[in-house]
């Protein structure tokens, strides 16, 4: 059974630095396209950064310079760097798995991130 597990949320002031952190469990981490998605109160889920299976690296503009994406597939981990914070970035953080070929879509249970002002 695939499994998500994120951490590293928690409470920062506005211009700090957070590091969210996923594992994985149950599947063949290396061939899943992952990614980083946020869901603020009252608002869709948004992508937030995604790595692929192939190395390649996309962030949504409104991250685009703050935020780094990594993965270690020797460690079955993904990774967002998520530096200077604005209050706007405040939202749960889920980490995703996906992989084409099957449909296969996995989510973590998130993770909250809070910037104050």
């Known amino acids: 059974q695939v499994q998500l597990v994120e951490s590293g949320g928690g409470l920062v002031q506005a211009g700090g630095s957070l590091r969210l952190s996923c594992t994985g469990s149950?599947?063949?981490?290396?061939?899943?396209?992952m990614g980083w998605y946020r869901q603020a109160p009252g608002k869709q889920r948004e992508l937030v950064a995604t790595?692929?299976?192939?190395?390649?690296?996309t962030y949504a503009d409104s991250v685009k310079g703050r935020f780094t994406i990594s993965r270690d597939n020797a460690k079955n981990t993904v990774s967002l760097q998520m530096n200077s914070l604005k209050p706007e970035d405040t939202a749960v953080y889920y980490c995703?798995?996906?992989?084409?070929?099957?449909?296969?879509?996995?989510w973590g249970q998130g993770t909250q991130v809070t910037v104050s002002s």
């Open positions: 149950g599947m063949t981490f290396g061939i899943y396209d």
């Open positions: 790595a692929g299976r192939g190395g390649s690296s």
């Open positions: 995703n798995a996906k992989y084409t070929p099957n449909d296969a879509n996995y």
